[in-house]
């Protein structure tokens, strides 16, 4: 395979899965406006641009990066539309799906009509709507369409695709993302620990974040205890958002591409795969939730994403015009 096919190929489901993740953050935040204290509003919208590596719009205005007057000053509606439909914003929907969309339109040739015209579909659907348009009835109902958009262009490609190499560069570019996003948010929500205000409705909101609510309640029952859920969410191998599931699925499609001989030295990638896996082992990684539990978490995401460097330098050299968003 061409190194910019795979290149598009990795990029394309890259930004998909930013889509799926910020639209998932954002619904739950806006779920929590009317009923909740500004102050908890507040903390809600530190954590999430934290998590995100980003700072909201005016933050030079109203203080410092981690101030939460930020959070504060700046109202919802101002909050939301920045990260949905402002693409200055690397982080935003709307630039991330426009990625997403340019690198499937660079390989049109080698991907179906259903899978273009799903994607497609939803950009365009977004380019006719504006926040205004839904604030004052049920803005978090955007989101949920805008997850679904991508969960059926998921399903599309599950059922339609040969399982060849750029299925697997797709898988790669999803799992290396979803590593990075779920490990820092549970990092901001370690960070976050300490402060008095962080309670058990803040750790049920990190598992719907991560769309494992109902699966952490069928294995350890409605309590939710921060320990269980930092657990879960990082060493369950049968949950699509651990950490454990994403690099086991990093692992099996970087086999699939580049499968070791016998008497061969691995790629570098293979050796990346590796030592994230080997972090994740129990026995290298004592999770608490403390500033400890923090900085593990920390060294976890730098290290994905030394390995995504490691992937580019060794199968995807051509740059594309959107380039990558650290």
């Known amino acids: 395979m061409l190194a910019r096919v795979a290149d598009s190929f990795y990029w394309m489901n890259r930004y998909l899965e930013r889509v799926e993740h910020i639209a998932r953050l954002i619904g739950l935040q806006l779920e929590r406006l009317p009923s909740s204290p500004a102050r908890d509003i507040a903390e809600g919208w530190r954590r999430l641009f934290r998590s995100l590596g980003t700072h909201p719009p005016g933050a030079d205005t109203y203080g410092g990066a981690e101030d939460e007057d930020d959070f504060l000053f700046a109202d919802g509606y101002t909050l939301t539309d920045y990260l949905t439909f402002e693409t200055a914003n690397p982080n935003s929907i709307m630039f991330c799906l426009m990625a997403a969309r340019e690198n499937a339109r660079q390989v049109r040739d080698t991907i179906s009509n259903a899978i273009w015209s799903s994607l497609n579909r939803e950009y365009l659907r977004l ?145 990346m795969a590796s030592r994230l896996a080997s972090i994740l082992s129990r026995q290298e990684m004592s999770l608490a939730v403390d500033e400890k539990g923090r900085d593990v978490l920390s060294d976890l995401v730098t290290l994905c994403r030394e390995c995504h460097e490691t992937l580019e330098r060794t199968y995807m050299s051509c740059p594309t015009e959107f380039a990558s968003v650290p």
């Open 127 to 271: 380019q006719e709507i504006t926040l205004v348009d839904v604030w004052r009835r049920d803005p978090a109902m955007l989101y949920r369409d805008i997850i679904q958009a991508v969960q059926l262009f998921d399903g599309i490609c599950a059922s339609s695709m040969r399982r060849d190499t750029g299925w697997h560069f797709m898988r790669l570019g999803r799992f290396i993302e979803r590593v990075q996003l779920v490990g820092s948010l549970l990092e901001a929500h370690c960070a976050a620990a300490k402060n008095p205000s962080e309670g058990k409705d803040d750790w049920v909101g990190l598992l719907w974040a991560c769309d494992a609510f109902e699966a952490y309640c069928q294995l350890h029952g409605a309590q939710v205890r921060e320990e269980k859920v930092l657990d879960f969410l990082v060493y369950d191998a049968g949950l699509p958002h651990a950490l454990c599931f994403a690099v086991n699925g990093i692992w099996s499609s970087l086999e699939a591409i580049d499968s070791p001989a016998a008497g061969r030295i691995s790629a570098m990638p293979h050796e």
